[in-house]
């Protein structure tokens, strides 16, 4: 089965730093699109982070652009978010999902992703 299970979410005071983490079973992360998702109480989930066609392009958020990366750890089969700056605006449960690619120059990243991990909370302090 695929399954996605995030850890590293914890308190962080505002400019400080976190590493989230995906750990994924049931697929190789290097041939998935897999993205970063976060959802404020009462706010709409949004991508955040997505990264895809073997690492070689991501896509991020305007949000969060220059202050978090998304990478691939292929000997872990992991994919991390690196939140540095953070803001509290970015207190969030953050999920990673992910879907098999499409077999299309146009494919988005973002879009239809299929499964999705149980989130893990951050929460950024003034």
């Known amino acids: 089965d695929v399954q996605l299970v995030e850890s590293g979410g914890g308190l962080v005071q505002a400019g400080g730093s976190l590493r989230l983490s995906c750990s994924v079973s049931?697929?190789?992360?290097?041939?998935?699109?897999i993205g970063w998702f976060r959802q404020a109480p009462g706010k709409e989930r949004e991508g955040v982070a997505c990264?895809?066609?073997?690492?070689?392009?991501?896509n991020y958020a305007d949000s969060v652009k220059g202050r978090f990366t998304i990478s691939i750890d292929s000997a872990r089969n992991t994919v991390a978010l690196q939140m540095n700056s953070l803001k509290p605006e970015d207190t969030a449960v953050y999920y990673c999902?992910?879907?098999?690619?499409?077999?299309?120059?146009?494919?988005?990243?973002?879009?239809?992703?299929?499964?999705w991990g149980r989130g893990t909370l951050v929460t950024v302090s003034s």
């Open positions: 999902a992910t879907r098999m690619p499409r077999h299309s120059i146009t494919d988005t990243c973002f879009v239809g992703m299929d499964y």
């Open positions: 049931g697929f190789t992360v290097d041939d998935w699109n």
């Open positions: 990264i895809f066609r073997r690492g070689a392009t991501t």
